[in-house]
């Protein structure tokens, strides 16, 4: 009947109401907890009849719980490195244990206040273990960008973070940058690359070094290396002549001592079979000048229109005549009975063939120890058949290890007309010396070092360093850890370097309120929350990471309290409906 009916839709009231002040309960009781995400009951009614004609007969009333799961909490910073707060979407990966040999499932939390426990493995504040992808070598340097480490988007890719291997660390130099001015003023000096022999080096040591500079490296046991850089003004690798006589100056007459050149005197510049004739002329009373060979020399074109040749006097007054193209042969000789080379000290009829070729596809001449140099740029202003192209340009550069007995690589770099280095970047927009498979002889790793000169002018002036770097360190103990924007896992070393560890994904769910709730502020995987994606933070749906910050309970003490006198009253009514019909049945019990 229709009273029973109704006391028993006021005991299902009650049952419902002491659910709802459970949730509410649980949610006070959880204020303080990180990363706590607050329930809600909601109700819904449970209908006996269908048809409006019916007898209406009283249903009842059911109760679900709602997970907040996707609702923010506030962040609140800390004073620890390794507290991270999630802003948006998704959670941290834990398990309860800190080992991949152990069966057990993978669980998620809010909670990022971590903390590393006594085997050096991080856990959050509910003693649950973080999991995270292992980062590789090649990606540990901060400064540079991790491109070789896979992000696997599947939790089966995920480690414990275990810190305690990063006790102490150094780091191989990989990567230099030297920037500085080399003087345009410079004496350029002549070798003799042809008394060197096919087996020796290419370019030989001169004996007077301009300029050097020093850059410490660090090999892969933690020592530190000393390369030394010298730079030596040079006339460069093409063909070259001086004459032995100096102080010359252009204004000077041939026909005073030490020359005795007469009018009529001619002799001829042949470069890779273009032949010029530079001619005097005029009487002896009108002898032409050493500017009248300079310009004879440099104002001569071959068929192209392209000058082949550069005459100049150098800062000692030497004549010196190379020339442009350096795979080309020079030759000087007089004409008829002219004696102007004779005069000069230059030999007549000698062919002088260049001290080596330009460098191709990243290599310098053959023979050279580990030949790796910057390309002479291959755009049309900076061709040594260019008007704008450089020959006087040029330096030697060896780079000599700490034994300093021969040079671990050597070879030739140019500047343009505007004091700019001529060289072809590469693929990263860099201008690199690189030494390859260095041998410092102490048991170390071969090393590779490519160090960027993009930073090298050639301007009259001082020797001046801009910055001399590298990315290498000695051995440095940990000093501390922590978590970054990125989700790297950080360790900090007393040599005052950074490395990346591990990087923590952020999980989502495609409905993460439908996970199921365990202890320890984690969720399992449920049929109806759909399967975990892994992905890094701020990319797609994963949220931000802040730092030194944690996600507090979102839960709401006054929505709660205001919550609680609701349902309190709700229970008080229907204990009300119990006492009524219990009355209304007394009632009916008394009639005769």
């Known amino acids: 009947m229709s009273l029973f009916g109704a006391l028993y839709t006021a005991v299902s009231g009650l049952s419902a109401q002491s659910q709802a002040t459970a949730i509410i309960s649980n949610n006070i009781a959880n204020v303080n907890t990180t990363g706590y995400k607050r329930s809600e009951a909601a109700f819904a009614a449970l209908v006996t009849v269908e048809s409006a004609s019916a007898r209406y007969s009283p249903g009842a009333v059911t109760v679900n719980r709602i997970q907040q799961v996707d609702q923010q909490g506030q962040i609140a910073q800390t004073g620890s490195s390794l507290?991270?707060?999630?802003?948006?979407?998704?959670?941290?990966?834990?398990?309860?244990?800190?080992?991949?040999?152990?069966?057990?499932?993978?669980?998620?939390?809010?909670?990022?206040?971590?903390?590393?426990?006594?085997?050096g493995v991080l856990q959050n504040s509910a003693g649950m273990y973080l999991y995270g992808w292992p980062v590789d070598a090649a990606d540990q340097d901060p400064n540079n960008p991790a491109n070789t480490t896979v992000f696997n988007p599947d939790v089966s890719a995920l480690v414990p973070v275990d810190v305690s291997l990063a006790a102490g660390q150094s780091r191989l130099t990989t990567e230099g940058t030297l920037g500085l001015n080399l003087d345009a003023d410079e004496i350029s000096k002549?070798?003799?690359?042809?008394?060197?022999?096919?087996?020796?080096?290419?370019?030989?040591?001169?004996?007077?070094?301009?300029?050097?500079?020093?850059?410490?490296v660090y090999d892969s046991l933690g020592s530190a290396q000393d390369l030394t850089f010298e730079y030596?003004?040079?006339?460069?690798?093409?063909?070259?002549?001086?004459?032995?006589?100096?102080?010359?100056?252009?204004?000077?007459?041939?026909?005073?001592?030490?020359?005795?050149?007469?009018?009529?005197?001619?002799?001829?510049?042949?470069?890779?079979?273009?032949?010029?004739?530079?001619?005097?002329?005029g009487s002896i009373d009108n002898v032409t000048t050493i500017k009248d060979i300079?310009?004879?020399?440099?104002?001569?074109?071959?068929?192209?229109?392209?000058?082949?040749?550069?005459?100049?006097?150098?800062?000692?007054?030497?004549?010196?005549?190379?020339?442009?193209?350096?795979?080309?042969?020079?030759?000087?000789?007089?004409?008829?009975?002219?004696t102007i080379l004779d005069d000069l000290v230059i030999a007549s009829g000698a062919t002088v063939t260049p001290a080596g070729t330009l460098p191709q596809d990243n290599q310098t001449q053959a023979g050279f120890d580990?030949?790796?140099?910057?390309?002479?740029?291959?755009?049309?202003?900076?061709?040594?058949?260019?008007?704008?192209?450089?020959?006087?340009?040029?330096?030697?550069?060896?780079?000599?290890?700490?034994?300093?007995a021969e040079p671990l690589t050597q070879g030739f770099i140019n500047f343009n007309r505007d004091g700019t280095?001529?060289?072809?970047?590469?693929?990263?927009?860099?201008?690199?010396?690189?030494?390859?498979?260095?041998?410092?002889?102490?048991?170390?790793?071969?090393?590779?070092?490519?160090?960027?000169?993009?930073?090298?002018?050639?301007?009259?002036?001082?020797?001046?360093?801009?910055?001399?770097?590298?990315?290498?360190?000695?051995?440095?103990?940990?000093?501390?850890?922590?978590?970054?924007?990125?989700g790297f896992v950080n360790a900090r070393f007393s040599n005052g370097t950074l490395s990346r560890l591990y990087k923590l994904p952020i999980v989502t769910f495609p409905s993460a309120t439908n996970l199921?709730?365990?202890?320890?502020?984690?969720?399992?995987?449920?049929?109806?929350?759909?399967?975990?994606?892994?992905?890094?933070?701020?990319?797609?749906?994963?949220?931000?990471?802040?730092?030194?910050?944690?996600?507090?309970?979102?839960v709401d003490l006054a929505d709660e309290f205001t919550k609680l006198i609701i349902t309190q009253r709700a229970y008080s009514a229907n204990t009300k409906v119990v006492t009524t019909v219990d009355q209304m049945t007394e009632d009916l019990l008394r009639l005769r």
């Open 83 to 119: 507290d991270v707060a999630i802003a948006g979407d998704g959670m941290f990966t834990v398990r309860s244990e800190n080992t991949l040999d152990l069966q057990g499932d993978f669980k998620f939390t809010r909670n990022g206040q971590f903390n590393e426990d006594e085997n």
């Open 421 to 486: 280095l001529n060289a072809q970047a590469d693929i990263e927009g860099n201008v690199d010396i690189e030494l390859r498979n260095v041998d410092w002889g102490n048991g170390s790793e071969e090393q590779n070092i490519d160090i960027n000169i993009n930073g090298f002018s050639q301007f009259a002036g001082l020797y001046n360093v801009s910055v001399a770097s590298q990315n290498g360190a000695e051995l440095g103990l940990k000093t501390g850890l922590e978590i970054d924007r990125e």
């Open 190 to 216: 002549a070798v003799a690359y042809g008394a060197i022999a096919p087996d020796e080096e290419v370019v030989p040591f001169p004996s007077q070094v301009d300029y050097s500079r020093t850059l410490r």
């Open 232 to 281: 030596i003004k040079v006339h460069g690798p093409q063909a070259v002549t001086t004459s032995a006589i100096s102080d010359l100056q252009e204004a000077q007459l041939l026909s005073d001592p030490p020359l005795s050149i007469t009018a009529g005197d001619t002799f001829t510049v042949d470069v890779g079979g273009t032949t010029v004739a530079v001619p005097l002329g």
């Open 516 to 554: 199921q709730e365990i202890s320890a502020t984690s969720y399992v995987e449920s049929a109806e929350s759909g399967t975990p994606l892994l992905q890094e933070a701020g990319v797609s749906q994963a949220g931000f990471l802040e730092t030194a910050s944690i996600e507090q309970s979102n």
């Open 294 to 338: 300079l310009n004879g020399i440099n104002d001569a074109v071959d068929g192209g229109g392209l000058p082949f040749a550069e005459a100049f006097l150098d800062s000692e007054g030497t004549l010196v005549v190379q020339a442009i193209d350096p795979t080309q042969p020079l030759t000087l000789t007089n004409v008829g009975a002219s």
């Open 370 to 404: 580990n030949p790796v140099y910057p390309d002479v740029a291959v755009d049309p202003y900076t061709l040594p058949i260019s008007s704008a192209y450089n020959s006087r340009g040029w330096w030697q550069v060896n780079v000599i290890g700490p034994g300093g």
